[in-house]
């Protein structure tokens, strides 16, 4: 996210980080991508380097809503690692 703020001007900053952010507040992976395009058709004009890096990144970075939680969860943390050092 923060990638794509730089590519934002500092008086549109603060608006479009709000609604950014409501991406990955979303209950689910279908209603977030819906919340995703409402912002790119708003922004999309006056933007364009912002929603291009948004649009580039969105699917990577929707880890939240991965469809197996546990095996995200030990590849995302060191916790396979704890049973080698207690």
């Known amino acids: 996210m923060r990638n794509i703020l730089a590519q934002v ?3 549109d900053k603060e608006a479009f980080a ?5 991406i990955w507040l979303q209950p689910d992976r279908e209603t977030a991508i819906a919340y995703c395009r409402e ?9 364009p380097e912002a929603i291009a890096m948004l ?4 699917y990577s970075s929707m880890t939240k809503w991965k469809s197996n939680d ?6 995302r ?4 690692l704890s049973f080698h050092f207690k």
């Open 18 to 22: 709000n609604r950014l952010k409501q």
């Open 55 to 58: 649009e580039d990144g969105l």
């Open 70 to 75: 546990f095996l995200y969860f030990k590849l």
């Open 39 to 47: 912002i790119i058709e708003q922004y999309g004009d006056t933007l």
């Open 77 to 80: 943390t060191d916790w396979t």
């Open 9 to 11: 001007s500092h008086k």
